[in-house]
């Protein structure tokens, strides 16, 4: 199967786009059935491990660290995956995330048919499985703006959230089901055979490689330059920070739900399901109305609202006594957490060019699942203190008051930069025969401004400053010439010259465009100066 191009979509292929139009593409299509399979195999592996530890440990405590478990390894390996899904084929690593999640859902059921299951293994393999998850999810995140033109980008999100949520339901109905009539052992036998399966469909995605004269990225210096984009990146501030205080409160209703189940009236593994299925149906039913709410809400203020929802709806399951009332909550929980999940993630994804797409996804994602882990811990802590009905109430305030932070302190969210790709030429002065790992670089560039126009100039100088550094540099800086107040001398240093070149392959329109302003104060004859100078070792 042949990856058509969906940048070069026509206006009327994008004219009117509903919460379907991102399944015409074909390579989308195929793909996201392969996330909504991977996402069941979650689903089930979450579920038959939850249910399994409330009969290995009584511990509430020992109950939400599943949730933990299964989360932290995002948060430990979620850079190195991202940097990774930057540097090498995204194909492959795909298909070798599935092959881990296979190898992992096998050696799970072999333990508890042997009958060796205790409760540390048990959250020891839930953590391995969770490693599958750090390495696919950053790759996936990547893939999807390759897949779709821009503008259905919120949409094909939308369904890699219908896909969440729908295997949310499908997984645990699978699981409840298998769990009830063979055993937790065949639900990992199944997970084992669905990944293997997945893996092979991934195998026909004929991805077109991009070229690039250049050798690849090195593992450490693309997780290095991936935290500096994230670091100098205002947009991506407000956003990590709002995915934090979300997550943080809202997986109190997931880690405690197998004892919320069980302390419902006749509560049972099959009420623990459908608990689970009513969020996945909330969210769901949410994703067909998002594309309205976003005509109607911006991104922030759905953040907001769907925060409070979440919030309320947690109360109502904290005190319901029968799981009918406990469902239709779990719905609204659903439909909030959808909301405010894929807002945030929209924002990352406009936030974020495409050369550090993948490393800047797997630090959202990293923020999202280290904020549910220490939630899980969190809360598991107070319900093992208190009682489970005293702890969502506490999660539930606490929601409710980061409204009221996101809504006086955090900046908008979002990305005014237009960071579409350019096709840039190198300019002159690159084009020589350096060993390609020689560095560092410094490169100077020396303009000629009107004294009048100097705050002016100034101003696009620090807006320079950000983006030099977003780019990798090690360090820039500005100087004023003591004896001519016309003349100022930029610089900047670059880790090597392959590092150097790279830049011109990574410019965006938003990057071209500030270029042209920098460019427009200077009232030289000739153009700026521009100087490059690689370091030179010395004999001690």
């Not at 899904?85 to 070798?96: P, S, T, W």
């Not at 004269?213 to 956003?239: C, D, K, N, T």
């Not at 009420?271 to 911006?298: C, K």
């Amino acid at each position: 199967m042949n990856e058509s191009n969906p940048a070069q979509a026509t206006p009327n292929a994008t004219a009117h786009i509903g919460p379907w139009t991102p399944l015409k593409q074909p390579v989308f299509r195929m793909l996201w059935g392969v996330w909504v399979t991977a996402n069941a195999c979650m689903w089930m592996n979450d579920v038959a491990a939850a249910w399994m530890m409330t009969s290995l440990s009584s511990s509430p405590l020992m109950v939400a660290l599943v949730q933990s478990a299964s989360t932290l390894p995002v948060l430990l390996l979620g850079l190195p995956s991202g940097a990774l899904a930057d540097i090498v084929d995204r194909r492959r690593y795909f298909m070798i995330t599935q092959i881990w999640v296979a190898a992992v859902a096998l050696l799970l059921g072999a333990v508890v048919l042997l009958g060796a299951m205790t409760a540390p293994l048990l959250l020891a393999l839930t953590f391995a499985n969770g490693i599958g998850l750090a390495m696919r999810w950053p790759v996936f995140a990547a893939i999807v703006p390759e897949l779709v033109p821009r503008p259905q980008l919120a949409a094909a999100l939308a369904l890699n959230g219908i896909a969440m949520n729908a295997s949310r339901i499908i997984g645990p109905v699978i699981a409840g089901a298998i769990i009830a009539s063979a055993g937790s052992a065949y639900v990992f036998a199944l997970n084992a055979l669905l990944s293997v399966a997945a893996a092979f469909v991934i195998r026909r995605w004929k991805r077109e490689q991009k070229v690039s004269a250049l050798p690849g990225e090195r593992f450490i210096g693309a997780m290095r330059v991936g935290m500096q984009y994230v670091w100098q990146s205002r947009p991506m501030h407000s956003i990590l920070l709002q995915v934090a205080l979300f997550f943080l409160q809202a997986t109190a209703l997931l880690g405690l739900l197998p004892l919320v189940a069980k302390g419902l009236r006749g509560g049972d593994a099959g009420t623990f399901t459908l608990l689970l299925a009513s969020m996945g149906a909330g969210a769901i039913v949410a994703a067909m109305f998002l594309p309205r709410l976003r005509r109607a809400f911006r991104s922030d203020a759905l953040v907001i609202y769907g925060t409070a929802l979440q919030a309320a709806a947690m109360l109502v399951v904290s005190v319901a006594p029968t799981a009918a009332v406990a469902a239709p909550a779990m719905m609204v929980a659903g439909a909030a957490w959808l909301t405010v999940a894929n807002s945030l993630m929209v924002s990352a994804q406009m936030a974020l060019p495409d050369w550090v797409r993948a490393r800047g996804m797997s630090i959202f994602q990293m923020a999202l699942m280290g904020s549910s882990a220490a939630g899980a811990a969190l809360w598991g802590l107070v319900a093992t203190w208190t009682d489970v009905r005293t702890s969502l109430i506490s999660a539930a305030v606490f929601g409710l008051a980061c409204v009221l932070l996101t809504r006086r302190f955090l900046p908008k969210a979002g990305a005014d930069e237009d960071l579409t790709p350019t096709q840039f030429a190198r300019p002159v002065g690159t084009e020589i025969d350096l060993d390609l790992r020689e560095g560092p670089v410094l490169v100077t560039i020396d303009y000629l401004i009107d004294p009048a126009r100097t705050d002016e100039f100034l101003q696009v100088m620090q807006e320079s400053r950000r983006n030099r550094l977003l780019h990798g540099m090690l360090s820039w800086g500005l100087f004023r010439d003591a004896a001519d107040s016309r003349r100022f001398i930029e610089h900047y240093v670059d880790e090597s010259w392959v590092e150097h070149l790279r830049h011109f392959e990574r410019m965006t329109a938003f990057d071209v465009a500030l270029r042209e302003r920098r460019l427009s104060f200077h009232v030289g004859a000739s153009p700026p100066l521009v100087s490059r100078y690689i370091a030179q070792a010395l004999r001690r």
